[in-house]
């Protein structure tokens, strides 16, 4: 992902009024991949780097969440039994662990998660709600550009 991308999220959610957190720091992405067992891919990474999610949600009720949030769908998303019920996500979404949750949209009605298989393969961004999905984007970088071009689009494809 560009810097110009990353630059551009960061003036994005400010202009929202999402008062985006500043980046994190090498040792605190190392911890993040001590912790979810997987090394994240540049795209990630580099977003993380410069912007650490959000601490208010945007307009469209989206909120990006710290890396300290960041975790595989069946830890993170599952155990929310709540409105929709995440309980069986993880036995629905093909590959269930090899998705990492990152942001959600109105409270969890949708939950944005990344793929990162172990070794290298894309970045696909998938949008749980209940035991559903749907592919918003097939990268990363992919999500962004797409929520930065039209935000209808990234949060209520599918």
């Known amino acids: 992902m560009s810097e ?3 630059n551009r999220l960061l003036a994005f959610w400010r202009e929202c009024g999402a008062a985006p957190r500043p980046g994190v720091s090498a040792g605190e992405l190392r911890a993040c991949e001590d912790r979810i067992g997987r090394t994240l891919p540049m795209e990630v990474a580099s977003v993380y780097r410069c912007v650490n999610g959000t601490e208010a949600t945007t307009g469209w009720l989206f909120e990006a969440w710290p890396l300290a949030r960041f975790g595989s769908v069946p830890e993170v998303v599952t155990p929310f039994a ?5 309980s069986q996500i993880a ?5 269930a662990a090899e998705y990492f949750a990152f942001a959600d ?3 969890w009605s949708r939950v ?5 298989a172990r070794g290298s393969g894309p970045t ?30 990234a949060l209520f494809a599918g």
Request: some cysteine; glycine content about 4%; overall charge negative.
């Open 91 to 95: 036995t629905k979404l093909p590959d």
């Open 82 to 86: 709540g409105i929709p019920d995440y």
């Open 112 to 116: 944005f998660a990344v793929r990162l």
């Open 124 to 153: 696909q961004v998938v949008a749980l709600c209940g035991d559903s999905w749907v592919e918003i984007a097939p990268t990363f970088a992919a999500f962004w550009e797409r929520y930065l071009s039209d935000p209808d689009a």
């Open 4 to 6: 110009q991308i990353e």
């Open 105 to 107: 949209y109105m409270i």
